[in-house]
């Protein structure tokens, strides 16, 4: 069964940093292209960044650009989004998800299909 957890939310300050976690299972997590992805209270699914098999290629939307940072340990199963200079509308669950057919990649931002399988979700507040 392919399980996504993450881990790693929090609330945190304006202008702070956290770093996110996801461990899967289940599927040979170093063949698939992974994408964190997160929704905002009451607003629809925004992709944020993601990482092909091997982690030589990353890609994120522009708005994480130069602030979040992804990355991911093929020996442990994980990957990881490092968010720091956090702003109020930020704030949103963060999913971690995979692709769904393996040894796929994109310099763009990927097609729905790409980031559909996800985990529950881990929740970053940013309040002041």
């Known amino acids: 069964e392919v399980q996504l957890v993450e881990s790693g939310g929090g609330s945190v300050q304006p202008g702070g940093s956290l770093t996110l976690s996801c461990t899967g299972s289940?599927?040979?997590?170093?063949?698939?292209?992974m994408s964190w992805v997160r929704q905002a209270p009451g607003k629809g699914l925004e992709w944020v960044a993601g990482?092909?098999?091997?982690?030589?290629?990353?890609y994120s939307a522009n708005f994480a650009n130069s602030r979040f940072t992804i990355s991911r340990d093929n020996a442990k199963n994980t990957m990881y989004l490092q968010l720091s200079s956090l702003q109020t509308d930020d704030t949103a669950t963060y999913y971690c998800?995979?692709?769904?057919?393996?040894?796929?990649?994109?310099?763009?931002?990927?097609?729905?299909?790409?980031?559909?399988?996800r985990g529950q979700g881990t929740l970053v507040t940013v309040s002041s």
């Open positions: 998800a995979k692709d769904i057919q393996q040894k796929r990649w994109w310099t763009g931002i990927p097609p729905p299909d790409a980031y559909s399988r």
């Open positions: 289940g599927f040979v997590f170093s063949n698939y292209y």
């Open positions: 990482i092909n098999a091997r982690g030589a290629l990353t």
